[in-house]
């Protein structure tokens, strides 16, 4: 991307520890909603994690891409040491341009703004949480504890601190504001329009997203495996991952697995139509994972596709008691096997299951016109 000179008072720096915004599906929307809703322009400043990442050059309303950090990977050794450098260098870059409009994505980067605006009083900012740091990491308990304290007075601070369940906070500020993870309107209808109908009579499971140990890899692909070994022909897998670890040799090359490589989030919605259940896995021994909010519920509840999830996720009580889940163990791949094999013998749950979605679908405001009221805060008041 060509550089030039930027007005820090008209653009809104939008910080994100990620080399890839636009594979974010939280912050990709964001983007387009302060480009296209708006028409304010964009400064990502970002962490380019892998040396391929482009941190959103190609993205729409970004028209400057600055690298605060570079290397550390996701998931080695010393990432977590990285995470340090990265609330530096967020600081003194905040500190020396002050930008009036900054919007932050995670504790580690509203932190660092949070003090760059005590010293100089311009710089406004959002605080959108995607993730709760303290959630993440195994911290403790002194260390937890002043890291929540700071957490509230960053949130007390802020315009607006978005998050997108307000169940993984013990504690409410007047600035809390929860938005959950749904398409925006738009896309929807994007989706309906190019998506194509199931064209056969096989249970069809969607898998999409991040998919790793944590997120059940093992166990998709343990009962992918057992089904295969039964000759199985009537549920196959549609997967498309947008980043794999940990990756069985085998997993893609089962013979009921359809890889369906890296979609958009809008294909990836039109996929929902094609498919009878999507799966949505999250280790419950990981303890933000029993708080989760995946974008994948709310693309599940405006398509209307039931979601097959794992016991011991708190925040997914609203889903089963709806009546639109399954739930099977984490460890227990011969209990997913029998429940796939039950919804293609008994169509009727999966009816069952897709009339639920309608009742409560109403419930769930479209990701732009939540956000409204923050946006309109953020960008249109001084």
Known sequence: MSQKKIDYHKTVV?????????????????????????????????????????????????????????????????????????????????????????YCLGLETALPVWVASRLRRRIRYVFDDADRLVLLWNLPNPIEKMITALERKVSRDAIT?????????????????????????????????????????????????????SRGLELIDRAAEILEEKGCGDIIFNVAIGRMADTPSNFLKRCNVNHLGYLTHTASLAQYIANDVVITFYDPMIRINRYALPNKWGDAIVMGTPVILNEGIETAAPLMAAGMAFTVPFDDPDALVKLLLDLQHDHSQLVRAR????????????????????????LEHQ
């Open 355 to 378: 009339a639920a979605i309608t009742n409560i679908k109403g419930d769930y405001k479209p990701f732009d016109e939540a956000i409204i009221p923050v946006m309109t805060n953020f």
């Open 14 to 102: 939008l910080i994100a520890p990620h080399g890839e915004p636009g594979k974010r599906v939280r912050l990709a929307k964001t983007i387009r909603i302060i480009k296209n809703q708006y028409h304010r322009d964009i400064a990502y400043w970002g962490w380019k994690r892998t040396p391929d990442e482009t941190l959103g050059a190609h993205l729409e309303g970004i028209v400057e891409s600055n690298v605060l950090l570079k290397g550390g990977g996701f998931r080695s050794a010393l990432t977590r040491f990285y995470y340090l450098a990265w609330m530096l260098r967020v600081f003194l870059a905040v500190l020396w341009h002050a930008p009036q409009r900054v």
């Open 161 to 213: 601190h978005i998050v997108p369940t307000l169940a993984r906070y013990d504690y409410r500020t007047s600035k809390l504001y929860e938005i959950a993870n749904v398409p925006e309107k738009n896309q929807v209808e994007e989706a309906i329009s190019i998506a194509k109908p199931k064209q056969d009579n096989r249970l069809h499971v969607y898998i999409n997203g991040w998919l790793n140990k």
